[in-house]
């Protein structure tokens, strides 16, 4: 369970940085590119990355 937590929380850490910087046009080449809306998502997206991976890590000290 610590495991996946972590992985899953980073790849969609990752997927929300991407997805911030196609919203706020950093990213060009996708429809995505300068919408609003990829960039408050990719924010959501990032911030429950960074709670899985504080989760998993709080639940392997937990179980050591």
Same mark, same amino acid.
């Given at each position: 369970m610590k495991a996946a937590a972590i992985v899953? /929380?980073?790849?969609?850490?990752?997927? /929300?940085?991407?997805?911030?910087?196609? /919203?706020? /046009?950093?990213?060009?080449g996708s429809f995505m590119t300068g919408s609003a809306f990829w960039g408050w998502t990719g924010a959501v997206c990032l911030v429950v990355g960074l709670l899985l991976i504080g989760g998993g890590l709080k639940l392997g000290r937990r179980a050591s």
């Open positions: 899953f /929380g980073v790849l969609l850490a990752l997927l /929300g940085a991407v997805w911030i910087g196609q /919203g706020l /046009g950093y990213i060009k």
